[in-house]
């Protein structure tokens, strides 16, 4: 019933930067926390930041000062903005949204885009 679809992802040399977007579709009465988390090869997903409705966000250690997060809720879309890119910073990039969908009554949901690759190049 809902459907989050990423995109901005790609190769860029150390130091540069990217901007994914992630929209929300489908059956939405309300998008509560929207998120970015990553997974490098042979690692666990991780948190990267996340943001809630009221704009409030968290960051991990690691990215803090490099990379922003910000959304709009009236187009159900979450950014995020990475600057100074590392080769740290490979891993491939997952959307995910704390959803209240409507079918037939309202009803909670934890959505994860299908991912975005992001490869940073040293």
């Known amino acids: 019933q809902v459907q989050l679809v990423e995109s901005g992802g790609g190769l860029v040399q150390a130091g540069g930067s990217l901007r994914l977007s992630c929209a929300a579709s489908?059956?939405?009465?309300?998008?509560?926390?929207m998120g970015w988390y990553r997974q490098a090869l042979g690692k666990q997903r991780e948190l990267v930041a996340a943001?809630?409705?009221?704009?409030?966000?968290t960051y991990a250690d690691s990215v803090k000062g490099r990379f922003t997060i910000s959304r709009d809720n009236a187009k159900n879309t979450v950014y995020l903005q990475m600057n100074s890119l590392k080769p740290e910073d490979t891993a491939v990039y997952y959307c995910?949204?704390?959803?209240?969908?409507?079918?037939?009554?309202?009803?909670?949901?934890?959505?994860w885009g299908q991912g975005t690759q992001v490869t940073v190049s040293s």
């Open positions: 995910n949204a704390d959803v209240t969908y409507y079918s037939a009554g309202y009803y909670p949901l934890r959505s």
């Open positions: 489908g059956n939405i009465a309300k998008i509560n926390t």
């Open positions: 943001i809630t409705s009221g704009g409030t966000a």
